[in-house]
Nanobody, 124 residues
């Protein structure tokens, strides 16, 4: 099982990007999915989180500009980023917590999974 993130890139201030992250494998359930980011020289920080019921949490710095959503049938989480600012520049990582699945007849559980990261650069 792995998480594959996509959608990063270079965008001008005020622009928009949409990140996607899909979990592969025969998955029954994912408890929570989230996006984190890490800027150069800074610690990784939570951007947004969404649980299996659809409840969301956002960092104060992105409230009103970013929207997290998920497609449970596709085991995919999205991050719509609008009104981007230079301070949003970072590597964005997706995360999945409480992942349950099955492989070759054996059930498995992963407490915490991370995607490989996708670069978002906001610059004119």
């Amino acid at each position: 099982v792995q998480l594959q993130a996509s959608g990063g890139g270079l965008v001008q201030p005020g622009g928009s990007l949409r990140l996607s992250c899909a979990a592969s494998g025969n998955i029954f359930r994912i408890n929570a999915m989230a996006w984190y980011r890490q800027a150069p020289g800074k610690q990784r920080e939570l951007v947004a989180d969404i649980n299996s019921g659809g409840s969301t949490v956002y960092a104060d710095s992105v409230k009103g500009r970013f929207t997290i959503s998920r497609d449970n049938a596709r085991n995919t989480v999205y991050l719509q980023m609008n009104s981007l600012k230079p301070e949003d520049t970072a590597v964005y990582f997706c995360n999945a917590e409480g992942v349950q699945g099955e492989t070759y007849g054996s059930n498995w559980y992963r407490r915490d999974l991370w995607g490989q990261g996708t670069q978002v650069t906001v610059s004119s």
